[in-house]
Structures are given as C-alpha cells and as structure tokens.
C-alpha cells in the first residue's frame, strides 16, 4: 500500500506541475501579443510593414500622395448639415460680403497634442511645434518676406494656449504615450481634448494613413463636439526638411483651412461656373480658378477647365513649396464660419493694418456692391465625368484609413489587420507559413517579417516547454514503478 500511495503522488505532482507549465506559458504568451501587435506590423494595400514611419517612407505612400489621396476630409455626399445654418458660408453657399473683411485681426489659442508609442515613435520637440504655428501666422497673415508672402492676410493669428481649461499656466503643448492613440484609434479625442469650444485642438500620430485632414466643416455640427480636431501626420508637422515635398507645414495650414469651412479648389471639378453660380457651386468660392482634379507636385502651366489651375492655393494638392495664398474670397469664408460656427473660439484684437476690406460680389446678384477686388475667375467648361475629390490634405478617411487592404479591415489588438481569408476573422499573425500563398507581401520579405518571426519563437517555445513537460511526467511515472 505505501508504494502504490507513492506511486499515485508521483503522478498527481506531475500532473499539477504540468498543469502549471502550461498554465503559465499561456498567459506569458498573451502578455506579450499586445505589445507586440501594437507596435508593429502594419498592413496597407496587402503589403506588411514593420510599422507606420516605414509606410510613410516608402514609394507607395508617395505614389498614393501623387495620385491625389492625400487629405482625409470625408466628401461633401457623406456630410450631413446641422438646423442652424448662417445663410452667408453655409455648406452649400458663399456670400462674401463685406461684413467678414479683415479690418480686425482675430486670435485663436491652439493646444498641440503629441502622440507617440512606447517605442518613441512619433515623439517631436517643442521646436517643431513652434514652426508649425510660425508657418500657420506666415500663411495666415501673407507676412512679407516669408514663403506665405503672396497671399491674401485672412486676419488670423495662432497662438498656443497659455492657460489651460482649468485656469493653470500652460504651453499649449501635450504629450501622451499610447501605441493605439498613435495609429489614430480608440476615441483619443474623448481623453485628451480640451474645450474644443475654446481651443483649436491639433493632434500629431499617423492620421489614418492620410497626411492630415479633420472629420468634417464646422457647418456640419461638430464644432464643440470632442471630435472636433486638426490630424497631422507626426512627420508633415511643423518644418522638417527630411519630409520633403511635405516638410515645410503647409499640411497644417491646408487643414485649417478645412477647420475653418473651406473646401477643395477642385471641389466640383469643372462644372462650378461664373457669378453668381460659383458661390453655390464647386468650392463655393468664384474668385479660386476651377480645376478638373488635384494637383500633384508642382506643375508649370497646368490648365484643366480653361484657366490656370490654381496649384498655388493652399486648398490643391500641391507640393509644400508649390502653395502660397488664399484668395479674399476664401478669407471672408473663414472669418464667416468664425464668425457663425465657431463664435467663442476666438478673441477679435485690434485693426489690422495690412488688411484692405473692399467689397465683392453678392450672392444672387451679378453685379457687386462697391468696388471689389477680387474677381470671379471661374470659368463654366466641361462637366466632370467623375465624382468630385474629397477631403484634406492627406490620404483620406471617414474614420477609415484611405490605405485599405483587398479585404475587410479588423481591429486586432489595436492594429488593422485584413481578413485575407473572408471568414470575417482577422489574421492577426498571419505569416508565411500559415496563410494562403500571396495573401501578403512583406515589404522586407515574409521571411524577415519581426512579427511573424515572433510568432514562431513563442510555437517554438511553447511546444518544446510541454514537451519537456511531458517527458518529466513519463520519467516519474516509471521512476514510481520501479518503487514497488
């Protein structure tokens, strides 16, 4: 009888003690995925990179950049406007009067949110952010001597926040540690944004794969929401040469403007037409030329709908250093939709001396009421044969990524992953040996893929553990036997 209580205690300990193996093999498995999937591997158009800097440095961002899927500002078809509607920069109609001249200049403070991961990716310093609100005053203000020279001063200054919404000294700037926040997920605006009734929230991280946009115009009701927001892409924020053709912030400046109820010059393509029309149509502006598509690059002569294309205004798709004006149109949009959307966010100073307020063309009427300066250069061509573009300056989403797979994209552990096998699963450690031949294509090589490579160590590690395990338990199943 000792024996055999001998033998059954043998086997019981080494039950539990591989129970326990396992047990715990398995949840530092499930520790580790997170971090790991958080981090790294990310999927665009069907090809896997190491992560977001690496899409942004490749050839197919910049193929999709040049193809005009830059900004991320949903289409006109998707956005819904509010009951109140100000009659005179609704979303359908400009009425440029004389009312939102620039004669005062108005400040708006700004609050900068930094995102970046556990990595250090997307970190940027306090000077970066500093050159970016110089840029937005340069080509807010048409400072003589800067690259926003040429035009139009909107009257508009950026300055960032000296007090926060609880009344404490402040620099305007934030930082925040989170690998799905940087990927532009999971509501980030709900934690970090101040009162957006009050401060011109701007947001660095990825921005959906896009260089930068924002949900939507004030005139459609998100002013004052939490979501109300700038994105920029961490790299195409503020000056930095490195990202060139989109170094120098004219990212910034271009989502503003959408911030502040401007559409694309190319809005409506071709068919916008001339006063009165112009102000109901296309980019609801008369005095911007129209354009068949976005400009790509910086094109010498581009004429698309009778007229030269407007590559120079900070609503086309333009190179950076392509883009130097708005137009006195634009302008008084702007300081309408301040003015009517967007009342407490701004302090109104005093005059503003560069600033000559003349009158334009009204709406429903063809001729103006005093003597204007600007002109309606629109001109009624062809009619465009497809949809009007969409959005602001970078890839665009409506809350997804313009970068998308052949499939379905899922969240898994805060990345998106493709069903690449429709089963309405996400692979989320698809690798080469374990899906369909094709289904990606690393941009490294599936072989050299981190993620994928980890996954296999932790198989490895795993069954080589209960191996051993179960080789522990044979071993003191015999080594009981032999007791009796």
């Keep these: 009888m000792p024996r055999k209580e001998t033998l059954r205690g043998v086997m019981q300990e080494s039950a539990a003690m591989a129970a326990t193996i396992t047990i715990t093999v398995i949840a530092l498995a499930a520790a580790a995925a997170p971090a790991r999937a958080a981090s790294q591997s990310v999927v665009v158009d069907g090809v896997r990179y190491r992560d977001y800097a690496e899409y942004v440095a490749s050839d197919r961002f910049l193929e999709k950049v040049k193809a005009g899927r830059i900004c991320g500002l949903p289409s006109r078809s998707l956005r819904l406007p509010i009951g109140r509607v100000p009659g005179d920069c609704t979303y359908s109609v400009t009425n440029p009067t004389d009312e939102y001249a620039t004669s005062s200049l108005y400040e708006i403070p700004v609050v900068v949110h930094i995102i970046q991961t556990s990595g250090g990716q997307g970190a940027l310093t306090d000077d970066r952010v500093f050159s970016q609100i110089q840029v937005l005053n340069e080509d807010y203000q048409a400072v003589p001597g800067t690259n926003g020279a040429p035009g139009y001063d909107i009257g508009i200054r950026f300055k960032l926040a000296t007090t926060d919404p609880d009344g ?28 957006t009734n009050k401060y011109m929230n701007i947001y660095t991280n990825t921005a959906g794969g896009n260089l930068g946009y924002v949900p939507d115009l004030p005139q459609g009701g998100i002013a004052g929401d939490k979501q109300d927001r700038v994105v920029i892409l961490s790299e195409a924020f503020g000056v930095n040469p490195a990202y060139d053709p989109f170094g120098l912030g004219r990212t910034a400046t271009h989502e503003v403007g959408h911030y502040l109820g401007l559409e694309h010059t190319f809005t409506g393509a071709c068919a916008s037409g001339t006063a009165p029309a112009c102000y109901s149509s296309g980019d609801l502006i008369c005095d911007t030329a129209s354009e068949q598509e976005a400009t790509s690059g910086c094109p010498t002569g581009k004429q698309s709908c009778g007229t030269p294309d407007p590559i120079d ?14 137009t006195l149109e634009q302008s008084r949009r702007m300081r309408c939709s301040l003015v009517n959307y967007r009342p407490n966010l701004y302090s109104a100073g005093g005059s503003n001396p560069t600033a000559t307020a003349t009158a334009t063309p009204q709406v429903g009427s063809p001729t103006p009421t005093g003597t204007a300066t600007a002109t309606a250069t629109k001109t009624a061509t062809a009619t465009p044969t497809g949809p009007a573009a969409t959005a602001t300056r970078t890839p665009t989403p409506t809350r997804t990524p313009t970068a998308t797979p052949t499939a379905t994209p899922q969240m898994c552990m805060g990345v998106a992953i493709p069903d690449d096998d429709g089963d309405g699963v996400p692979n989320c450690w698809d690798d080469c040996l374990e899906t369909e031949p094709g289904a990606y294509t690393d941009s490294r090589g599936c072989a050299g893929s981190d993620v994928p490579l980890m996954h296999r160590q932790w198989n490895v590690l795993l069954v080589g553990l209960l191996s051993a395990v179960m080789l522990l338990s044979v071993w003191r199943v015999r080594r009981g036997r032999a007791l009796l």
């Design 313 to 326: 205004n900070y609503m086309d798709y333009s190179d950076d250093s392509c883009m130097n004006k708005f």
């Design 168 to 195: 404490q000294p402040t620099t305007g700037i934030t930082r925040s540690t989170n690998d799905t926040w940087y990927n532009d997920g999971g509501d980030y605006w709900n934690t970090l944004a101040w009162d």
